[in-house]
């Protein structure tokens, strides 16, 4: 038996310097060769730890043993049989924290590259297979599902594979949802998520763009058009702000707007409808996947300093810890342990378009020090009096987070939501309080990882299926 080698295969990145000024991927993939390698590290476990650390279940050993002998279309057709969307979760899912962090090879070396084999066989499948897609027989039964993004992509494949008739309801000009308005291309293709979603329509899936349910049609309207079950995955795109002085004043954006504006509008294109502000010196508020997506965009735009500031240490920090060493490799700047009190604004006496509002010149922060853990478990930031100073930035990005948007909930009646707005649902069902209605995602949840908005379709399509098959046999 040949020893395994206790580190992972390394994946080939742009370097740094060039990488910074351009929006192509940033991690390049394994080669054929690489993927065998690192399919061989892999003990094929009996008791499939990795599996259960999931949320999708998929059969990890078993397709990892089929890159092992070089069968790599048929470790595509094993990860298809749980997953939707396997070049995307190849990408942007956080496998250190899931299916690695339980496989049994990282209890004395690395885990296996589960992530990194996953995108292999996805992007191999993606640019070999020719042939059509089986479409299963229809069983008469139609579901409607409102919103294009992880949770609702993986409901209605899962569903369209069943037979059901499955219409997909997207309020955006493109489907894919927060795939493709929030992670930049450098991190997720819109070529990749363009290519999932054909694959879907391949297996009868209808994606009507430009429909805002709860405007263009009610809840209750699509029952009156015959769908029997409602899915609901329309994201939590409603921003928050942390209410400091200054958050009016021009240069102040959203996360979501600034990464929808550069993602889905392509306003980093020169001659872009749709402009974006390419500031020199920018802040981001925040320390999640978010913000790191944020700051390095606001890199790539031309911007010649990029602060975050989280007012943790980086032992606390949420976002990915790859996504951290990139950023850092890139040299966006870590203000660390500090919390923003005030944006810093100039107004121009003589602009009269907007006499209010004056322009960002620097955003005001405090120190801050580790204190007691909170009902989490980390530890809260204490500021400190008296060590407040000023960052001279023209732009500040808050990218603290978002909630899901209360237009479904007003205009649904009988959906019970909790006080952040996210639809209360039961989570072994994804069923919501009104008959016939099913949720998941971010619309639950609030803004969390890609992975987890498809288990929770996954969970919902098997629960869909159910509730309509004992209705029918009523």
Do not use: W
């Amino acid at each position: 038996m040949m020893a395994i080698q206790p580190k992972k295969h390394e994946m080939p990145v742009q370097d740094p310097k060039v990488r910074a000024k351009n929006f192509d991927e940033v991690a390049l993939g394994y080669d054929e060769k690489t993927a065998v390698a690192e399919a061989q590290r892999c003990l094929n476990c009996k008791n499939r730890p990795c599996v259960n650390g999931c949320p999708v279940n998929i059969s990890i050993p078993e397709f990892i043993a089929k890159i092992g002998t070089g069968e790599y279309e048929e470790a595509y057709r094993i990860i298809s049989e749980s997953s939707s969307l396997p070049a995307v979760c190849g990408r942007v899912c956080p496998q250190e924290t899931q299916c690695e962090q339980k496989c049994t090879l990282g209890i004395k070396f690395e885990p296996v590259g589960i992530g990194r084999l996953e995108r292999f066989v996805a992007d191999y499948h993606n640019k070999n297979f020719k042939g059509i897609m089986h479409v299963p027989v229809s069983n008469g039964h139609k579901v409607a599902v409102i919103g294009s993004g992880p949770s609702g992509l993986t409901c209605a494949g899962d569903l369209a594979k069943k037979g059901y008739r499955v219409t997909i309801f997207e309020a955006l000009h493109l489907a894919g949802g927060v795939l493709v308005y929030g992670i930049p291309e450098f991190r997720l293709p819109k070529d990749i998520v363009n290519k999932e979603v054909e694959n879907l329509k391949q297996y009868g899936v209808e994606v009507n763009t430009n429909v805002v349910i709860g405007k263009t049609l009610t809840v209750d309207e699509l029952f009156e058009m015959g769908y029997e079950a409602v899915f609901i995955g329309s994201g939590a795109g409603l921003p928050r702000f942390m209410g400091i002085p200054g958050e009016s004043l021009k240069g102040v954006y959203s996360a979501n707007e600034f990464l929808t504006r550069n993602n889905l509008m392509k306003s980093y294109k020169q001659h872009s409808d749709t402009p974006i502000m390419h500031a020199k010196h920018v802040a981001v508020v925040g320390g999640g996947n978010v913000a790191m997506d944020a700051a390095r965009t606001a890199l790539r735009l031309g911007a010649e300093s990029v602060h975050i500031i989280y007012r943790r240490s980086m032992e606390e920090i949420p976002a990915r810890r790859e996504e951290v060493e990139h950023a850092e490799e890139e040299g966006i700047i870590f203000d660390i342990l500090r919390n923003p009190v005030e944006i810093i604004g100039f107004h121009n006496p003589d602009d009269r378009r907007d006499p209010q509002n004056g322009f960002v010149t620097g955003i005001k922060v405090i120190k801050c020090e580790l204190g007691e853990p909170d009902e989490q478990g980390r530890r809260r930031p204490v500021e400190i009096p008296g060590s407040e100073y000023v960052i001279d930035v023209d732009c500040v990005i808050m990218a603290i987070g978002t909630s899901p948007n209360p237009l479904i909930k007003n205009t649904t009646a009988g959906l019970e939501v909790n006080r952040r707005g996210g639809i209360i649902v039961d989570e072994a069902t994804g069923r919501t309080s009104k008959e016939g209605v099913y949720a998941g995602g971010d619309a639950v949840t609030g803004a969390a990882t890609v992975i987890l908005a498809m288990g929770a379709g996954k969970t919902a399509a098997k629960a869909i299926d159910e509730y309509l098959s004992a209705k029918k046999a009523n």
